[in-house]
C-alpha cells in the first residue's frame, strides 16, 4: 500500500471508517470528498471550485482521499493515485449499514460529515442514490479500476471480512 489512497465505493459500506483508520495508524492526512462537495445547509460546491481544491489536494505527496463525487474526478484520482481500495459489497449490506447510519443520526449528527447538513432528510435521495450506483456506475467504476491492476495496489472489498482484513494488513 502506498501513500496516495484513494477509497471509493458505494454509500454506506464502511469508506469513511476504513479512511480513519488507514489515516491514524499510517499517519496520512485525510480529505473527505463531501466536505469538498458540500457547503452547510446541503449546497454545492461551484464545479469550477470543487476542481481547483481536488486538484490541490491530488498534487500532494500523501493522501488518503475518501469519496465518491463526479466521474471526471474519479478517473483524475484513479490516475493520481498509488492504491485504489474499491469497497464493493453486496446491495443489501449497503442498504442496512446506511439506514442504521441515518437511524443514529436520529439521536446525534454524523462526526464527519459537513456541519449544517442534516442527514436524516436526505434518506430518500441517498437510498435511491445507493441503488443507482450500483446498477449503473457500479460496473463502469469495477472496470475502471481493474484497469489499474498493473501499475497500481489494488483492493477490490466484496465483504466485510475482507474489509477487515485490509485494516489488520495494513493498520
Given at each position: 500500500m502506498?501513500?496516495?489512497i484513494?477509497i471509493i465505493?458505494?454509500a ?5 471508517t ?5 489515516s491514524q495508524s499510517?499517519?496520512l ?8 462537495q458540500w457547503?452547510?445547509?446541503w449546497i454545492p460546491?461551484s ?5 481547483r481544491?481536488h486538484?490541490?489536494l491530488?498534487?500532494?505527496d ?5 469519496g465518491?463525487a ?5 478517473e483524475?484520482r484513479?490516475?493520481a ?8 459489497l453486496p446491495?443489501?449490506?449497503h442498504?442496512?449499514w446506511?439506514t442504521k447510519?441515518q437511524f443514529?443520526c ?5 462526526p ?12 430518500g ?6 441503488w443507482?450506483?450500483?446498477t449503473?456506475?457500479?460496473?463502469k467504476?469495477v ?6 491492476r ?10 466485510p471480512?475482507e474489509?477487515?482484513q485490509v485494516?489488520?494488513e495494513?493498520?
Open positions: 502506498g501513500n496516495k484513494m465505493g458505494n454506506g459500506g464502511g469508506k469513511s476504513l479512511a480513519k483508520r488507514l499510517r499517519n492526512p485525510l480529505y473527505r470528498l463531501d466536505a469538498l457547503n452547510s445547509g460546491t464545479k469550477a471550485e470543487f476542481d481544491r486538484d490541490e491530488i498534487s500532494q500523501v493522501w488518503i482521499i475518501d465518491f463526479s466521474w471526471e474526478s474519479i483524475t484513479c490516475a493515485a498509488d492504491t485504489i481500495i474499491l469497497v464493493d446491495l443489501w449490506i442498504y442496512w446506511t447510519r443514529m436520529l439521536f446525534r449528527p454524523r464527519d460529515f459537513v456541519q449544517g447538513c442534516p442527514m436524516l432528510p436526505m434518506t435521495k441517498l437510498l435511491k442514490m445507493i443507482i450506483i450500483y449503473q456506475v457500479r460496473p467504476l472496470e475502471l479500476v481493474v484497469s489499474y498493473e501499475t497500481k495496489w489494488i483492493y477490490h472489498i466484496k465483504s471480512r474489509m477487515e485494516v489488520i495494513h493498520c
